[in-house]
C-alpha cells in the first residue's frame, strides 16, 4: 500500500511541475519538432533514488503520450537558479 501511495503522489507532482513548467514557458522553455512533438523540460533538486523514480515515471508519461515528451533535469541550488532565471525572463531555460 505504501508503494501505491508513493507512486501516485510522484505521478501528482510530476503533473503538477509540468502544469507549472508549462505554464511559466518562456521563449526558449519548451520546443517542438518538424512532427509536433513538444519538448518540455523538468527542474528538481532530487538526486539518488528520487531522481531514479522521476526519471522512470517521465520514462512512462513520455511512452503514453508521444506529442508531449519531458525529460527530468537535476539542478543544484534549484531556489537560487530558479529565481535568477525567473528575473530574467528564462523560467526554467532549456
Same mark, same amino acid.
Given at each position: 500500500?505504501?508503494?501505491?501511495?508513493?507512486?501516485?503522489?510522484?505521478?501528482?507532482?510530476?503533473?503538477? /511541475?509540468?502544469?507549472?513548467? #508549462?505554464?511559466?514557458?518562456?521563449?526558449?522553455?519548451?520546443?517542438?519538432?518538424? @512532427?509536433?512533438?513538444? &519538448?518540455?523540460?523538468?527542474?528538481?533538486?532530487?538526486?539518488?533514488?528520487?531522481?531514479?523514480?522521476?526519471?522512470?515515471?517521465? /520514462?512512462?508519461?513520455?511512452? #503514453?503520450?508521444?506529442?508531449?515528451?519531458?525529460?527530468?533535469?537535476?539542478?543544484? @541550488?534549484?531556489?537560487? &537558479?530558479?529565481?535568477?532565471?525567473?528575473?530574467?525572463?528564462?523560467?526554467?531555460?532549456?
Amino acid at each position: 500500500m505504501h508503494a501505491t501511495l508513493t507512486r501516485r503522489l510522484a505521478a501528482a507532482a510530476l503533473a503538477v /511541475a509540468t502544469v507549472i513548467t #508549462t505554464g511559466c514557458a518562456s521563449s526558449g522553455t519548451t520546443s517542438s519538432s518538424a @512532427d509536433g512533438v513538444i &519538448k518540455l523540460k523538468f527542474w528538481g533538486d532530487w538526486s539518488g533514488e528520487g531522481e531514479q523514480q522521476f526519471r522512470t515515471m517521465t /520514462a512512462a508519461f513520455n511512452k #503514453t503520450h508521444p506529442k508531449i515528451q519531458v525529460e527530468y533535469v537535476v539542478q543544484e @541550488d534549484i531556489l537560487t &537558479k530558479f529565481l535568477t532565471a525567473s528575473t530574467s525572463g528564462q523560467a526554467p531555460p532549456t
